[in-house]
């Protein structure tokens, strides 16, 4: 085998050397799949109405794709990172060590974050208490920590449906599930006053470690079965609703609107989600998406700097835009965007 | 049965048969049992199988097969000219200027007057709406046209145009007037419109084409969304493997079957050999990653690097049915070849190698054939990918960014927008298809040409 996979090299090497003065002519990103269905429109969009061509888009995680980007310079590197949550000192101190030094940092919306059930069920009115008191591992009653042993909704807030509670959440590899976690999880928790209660009994040396363990202990959820992590994407929540028509699903606000035929969307704290609401901010879970550019590639990849400068236009990421109307919120402050991304701006150390 | 020391009495003595034939004994009996017994599992077990292989054809199968009809409208769309090229030159680079915007307002004219004409009233629809019955690739479409017959432009051309997804749906049984009534995306009174544009004949359904020859499509177009792409792409990195693994696996096969010496090295190849053929693919696309991307620099989301990483995964594969076939050619074959004076070389390619060839070919395909339908060591080297262009012609096409067929599939199954579920079970039904093919002609070549001893 040794043989064979030395003779697939050599071919390897000398198919390298067959094309020596090989130069990329289309854009290559990669990352977020929540930011991919943007990411595509943009795309098909830039490459029917400019002379360069389309770009190829892969998914494959925020994660992924910021490693990616950091991997180097180079024409068989990525030009530009897609991710649905912030870059972090870890992935910038990748870069560095790479050699990719410059990165621009573009945020060109927000996502919503919504929970829907089906629509021949009941509606329900959720708040971020009614979400920790129902899939927490510990609640406070009578003032002291208990286990959780709420069976339906109605027992968590007697003004909700007298439903057993089931909810179908991101797992932990989504960006879905931090925003999940700490705007709703983690504000109900301190909403019950259980923050207080897990900060009190925390064993941590000082202000800091009990800070985290209370946050932690806050995020540990029930483990009976009535929170089931969803590895998949959404279209696996939807049709794991679909087989248990009572369970609640964690949903994209632009995945729901393409779905709002088979799933009836809840309220948090008493506002719709709808791209005006999470514009506005009335909306409470929401989280910001951002694509990160590799500033060495401008001027080299041909037609760069003219697929970043139509993303952020105001014809795609605008709110009359496509993107507008597949569910992206669009950014208030997009026109601040617009002018550093033209002025290839270049994001400075994390706070 | 301990006790041997009671002499030959002791011993135990079958009784001669004393029964008849025609009346079993309960020894028989019981034998007869256990064999239908066996028989009522195998015949079980096949039918469950048989069941689970209907039940999965059947649901691909009625699931994807809408793929493969899509709705069209036709109608007259004018061509103004002030629109569409401003300086009259009939120049494409300065017609380019006009967007997919400027082309979506004329088509909204051409149907806006088709309807006009037929009668069909439009009553509590906005004129967003009427246009919305379009798919939005429609723009994109006739810009293509035009931009490629720039004379046409002045004139009224007849053009063919795809509905939108919603509408085709509702053709196809997905889309139900409920069911629209709640969808923000289409509204009830734009498939009352559509009902009577199919009774004007305006719109129809025929056999879609363009699910076999468009490229992807982002999740606002599923009606757009083809296999172009990822056929082609599937296609480059098959010939990639054929070509690198058929000399490379033969060669390797030939060696170690009829040349190399047994010895521990030889043995521990041969280990490897078995071993890496039950290597999950995945482990590939990482070693792929590492030298073909990261190494040896060749670019992301090519078919020559899945070409080679699916190689390296088909090698051991092709290897050890080729081995087979060589070893099942008779000795006195070889035997005979050095009796009159061949050389060891001349007996193995004069004599051994043609006849083994059926068997090595049918391994060979049933290779290629795994090798079509693996996604997962092409998700590390970047072709589960959103990819429109078409990759150019070989050898260069090869270098240009593809998909890959059951990467179509992967990525059509996670997209938001329903009509994309149709889209994925018609890609299933394209590759089995091919898988079908190519497992056919594994089997004729062993039929037509297989000897046997």
Sequence with gaps: MKSVKLGASIVAVAAVAATTGYARDNIQTAGSSTVLPYATIVAEAFGENFDFKTPVVESGGSGAGRKKLCEGVGENTIDIANSSSRITQKDLDLCASNGVTEIMEVRFGYDGIVFASDIAGPSYAFTPLDWFNALGAQVVRDGALVANTNRTWAEVNPALADKPILAFIPGTKHGTREVFDTKVIEAGCKEAGAYDLFFAASAGADEAAKKSDAAKACMTLRTDGVAVDIDGDYTETLSRIAANRDAIGVFGLSFYQNNTDKLQVATINGVVPTVESVAAGDYPVSRPLYFYVKKAHLGVIPGLQEYIDFFVSDDMAGPDGPLAAYGLVPDPELAATQAAVAAGTVMGPLE | ?453
């Design chain 2, 1 to 453: 049965m301990t006790d041997v020391s009671g002499g030959p009495a002791a011993l135990p003595v079958s009784k001669p048969r004393r029964g008849s034939l025609l009346t079993q004994d309960a020894l028989t009996r019981r034998r007869n049992a256990a064999e239908a017994r066996f028989k009522a599992c195998g015949a079980v077990a096949i039918t469950l199988s048989m069941l689970a292989l209907v039940w999965l054809l059947f649901s691909i199968i009625s699931i994807g097969s809408p793929a493969f009809r899509q709705t069209f409208l036709t109608i007259p769309i004018e061509l103004p000219e002030a629109k569409l090229d401003k300086s009259g030159t009939r120049d494409p680079a300065a017609m380019a200027k006009v967007t997919t915007v400027g082309y979506a307002a004329v088509i909204q004219a051409a149907l806006t007057k088709a309807i006009k004409e037929k009668g069909i009233s439009t009553d509590g629809l906005t004129p967003k709406d009427i246009a919305g019955i379009v798919s939005l690739e429609a723009p994109a479409q006739l810009r293509n046209h035009v931009l490629a017959n720039p004379d046409l432009v002045g004139q009224t051309i007849d053009f063919e145009i795809l509905a939108n997804g919603r509408v085709d749906g509702f053709f196809k049984g997905r889309v139900t007037m409920e069911s629209a009534r709640l969808d923000s995306n289409i509204k009830p009174g734009q498939l009352v419109l559509a009902q009577q544009l199919v009774e004007a004949g305006i719109m129809a359904q025929r056999f879609n084409w363009g699910f076999i020859t468009f490229p992807d499509a982002s999740d606002q177009r599923p009606e757009a969304a083809g296999l172009g792409v990822a056929i082609i792409g599937s296609f480059y990195m098959m010939i990639v493997v054929l070509v690198l693994s058929l000399p490379i696996g033969v060669a390797a096969s030939v060696y170690l079957e009829e040349f190399a010496p047994k010895n521990r090295l030889t043995d521990l190849i041969e280990v490897n050999i078995a071993n890496l053929a039950a290597v999950p693919s995945i482990v590939f696309g990482i070693l792929g990653l590492a030298v073909f991307i990261n190494f040896a620099g060749l670019p992301q989301s090519a078919p020559i690097v899945g070409g080679l990483v699916l190689t390296l995964m088909t090698l051991p594969r092709i290897i050890i049915p080729a081995r087979a076939a060589l070893k099942s050619v008779p000795p006195s074959i070889r035997d005979a070849a050095l009796g009159v004076g061949a050389s060891r070389l001349q007996s193995v390619f004069h004599h051994v190698l043609p006849l083994a060839a059926p068997g090595i070919l049918t391994g060979m395909i049933i290779g290629l054939a795994q090798a079509l339908g693996e996604t997962a060591p092409l998700l590390l080297i970047g072709m589960v990918a959103f990819v429109r262009d078409y990759p150019g012609m070989p050898i260069d096409g090869f270098f240009d960014p593809a998909s890959a067929l059951p990467v179509q599939v992967f990525s059509w199954t996670v997209r938001g927008d329903p009509g994309f579920v149709e889209r994925a079970s018609g890609a299933i039904i394209v590759l089995l298809v091919f898988l079908l093919v190519m497992n056919a002609v594994a089997i004729i070549l062993r039929r037509r040409f297989e000897r046997r001893w």
